[in-house]
């Protein structure tokens, strides 16, 4: 029997997440993508603990009269800011099992035009 989307996305994500860890030095940007919104977090997998956060639920970018890729480059940039606060400027990216492809695509560009470096 074929695999359901959600089976196969968690199937990548599964294969994604055995290479990709973050550490304190070098700590992991997860993405989640839903249909209607995008939610970004740095998170240190030693410690368990998430450094910096951000979704397209946030007030200053849900305000933002955007289509869905022009938020997520808005939710990457704000993502990046508060990394760099927090000192943070190098991380893994781990797409989540989605496709390098629209949305993540340019919450990716969107952070690296803040600063951060993957």
Not at 18 to 41: C, D, H, M, W
Not at 51 to 78: C, F, H, P, Q, W
Request: hydrophobic share 40%.
């Amino acid at each position: 029997m074929a695999l359901t989307k959600h089976k196969r996305r968690i199937r990548i994500k599964n294969r994604i997440r055995k290479i990709v860890s973050g550490t304190e030095a070098r700590p992991r940007l997860s993405v989640f993508r839903s249909n209607k919104e995008i939610y970004a977090q740095i998170v240190d997998d030693v410690t368990g603990n998430t450094i910096s956060a951000a979704s397209s639920r946030d007030k200053a970018i849900s305000s933002a009269k955007a289509n869905k890729t022009e938020v997520a480059t808005l939710v990457g940039k704000a993502l990046a800011e508060k990394a760099l606060k927090a000192g943070v400027e190098t991380i893994a990216f781990d797409r989540g099992g989605y496709l390098y492809h629209g949305r993540v695509k340019s919450l990716a560009e969107g952070a690296r035009e803040a600063g951060l470096k993957f």
